[in-house]
T-cell receptor, first 117, second 109 residues
Framework: EAGVVQSPRYKIIEKKQPVAFWCNPISGHNTLYWYRQNLGQGPELLIRYENEEAVDDSQLPKDRFSAERLKGVDSTLKIQPAELGDSAVYLC???????????????FGPGTRLTVL | GEDVEQSLFLSVREGDSSVINCTYTDSSSTYLYWYKQEPGAGLQLLTYIFSNMDMKQDQRLTVLLNKKDKHLSLRIADTQTGDSAIYFCAENLWIRYIFGTGTRLKVLA
C-alpha cells in the first residue's frame, strides 16, 4: 500500500512569489493534517481536515496561507506571497480517525522542503 | 498550556542503551507517542503508550510513563548505528498532536 505522497519534494522560490504543495493521503484515511517543521524543531500543526471540512485551522496564518481538500481526498496548501520566514519543511499526514480517545496513528509523508530567498 | 520538552542531543556507543526523555504539560492526553525521523524523511511511528499504562515493551524499545510527573521516556536497548536519527515524543489532545522539539541521537561505532 502506498504511503502519504507529497510533491514537490523541494522548492526554491524568491520572496513574494506564490507556492503550492500537494498531498495525497493514504487511501481511506478521513483525516488529513498539514504541519510546518522549522529547522531543529518538532512539527507544528497548521490545519487539520476531517473529510472535506477544516476542523482545526487556528494555527494557519490566514493572511497568506490557504488550504483546500476537495472531495475529501487530496489536499493543497498554498502560500501567497511567501516570506523569508516561511522557509521550512511542510509535512502532510493522514489517519483513520475513530474518535478523540481512540488510538489514531498518523502516517507522515516525506515533506516538501521550501527555501525562500 | 501546550508544551512538550526534550533534551536536544544524546550520544551513545554502539551496543549501549539509550534513554531519551520527554516532559509534557497536559495530563488529559490519552496516548503518548514516540516518532523517529531520519534525514530527509517524514516521521515514522516507533511506539505509543496508553495513558493508563506505566510501561510498554516492544522488542528493543521500552516506554516508561510517569503521569504524576508528566514524564515519558524511551529506552533503546543494544543501540545500533541505524538508530541514529531525531526522536520526537508527542501527546494527543483531542486528535491534535503536540510534538516535542526532538532529540538528536548519535550512535558512535
Amino acid at each position: 500500500e502506498a504511503g502519504v505522497v507529497q510533491s514537490p519534494r523541494y522548492k526554491i522560490i524568491e520572496k513574494k512569489q506564490p507556492v503550492a504543495f500537494w498531498c495525497n493521503p493514504i487511501s481511506g484515511h478521513n483525516t488529513l493534517y498539514w504541519y510546518r517543521q522549522n529547522l531543529g524543531q518538532g512539527p507544528e500543526l497548521l490545519i487539520r481536515y476531517e473529510n472535506e471540512e477544516a476542523v482545526d485551522d487556528s494555527q494557519l496564518p490566514k493572511d497568506r496561507f490557504s488550504a483546500e481538500r476537495l472531495k475529501g481526498v487530496d489536499s493543497t496548501l498554498k502560500i501567497q506571497p511567501a516570506e523569508l520566514g516561511d522557509s521550512a519543511v511542510y509535512l502532510c499526514a493522514s489517519s483513520l480517525t475513530q474518535g478523540a480517545n481512540s488510538y489514531n496513528e498518523q502516517f507522515f509523508g516525506p515533506g516538501t522542503r521550501l527555501t525562500v530567498l | 498550556g501546550e508544551d512538550v520538552e526534550q533534551s536536544l542531543f544524546l550520544s551513545v556507543r554502539e551496543g549501549d542503551s539509550s534513554v531519551i526523555n520527554c516532559t509534557y504539560t497536559d495530563s488529559s492526553s490519552t496516548y503518548l507517542y514516540w516518532y523517529k525521523q531520519e534525514p530527509g524523511a517524514g516521521l515514522q511511528l516507533l511506539t505509543y503508550i496508553f495513558s493508563n499504562m506505566d510501561m510498554k515493551q516492544d522488542q528493543r524499545l521500552t516506554v516508561l510513563l510517569n503521569k504524576k510527573d508528566k514524564h515519558l521516556s524511551l529506552r533503546i536497548a543494544d543501540t545500533q548505528t541505524g538508530d541514529s536519527a531525531i526522536y520526537f515524543c508527542a501527546e494527543n489532545l483531542w486528535i491534535r498532536y503536540i510534538f516535542g522539539t526532538g532529540t538528536r541521537l548519535k550512535v558512535l561505532a
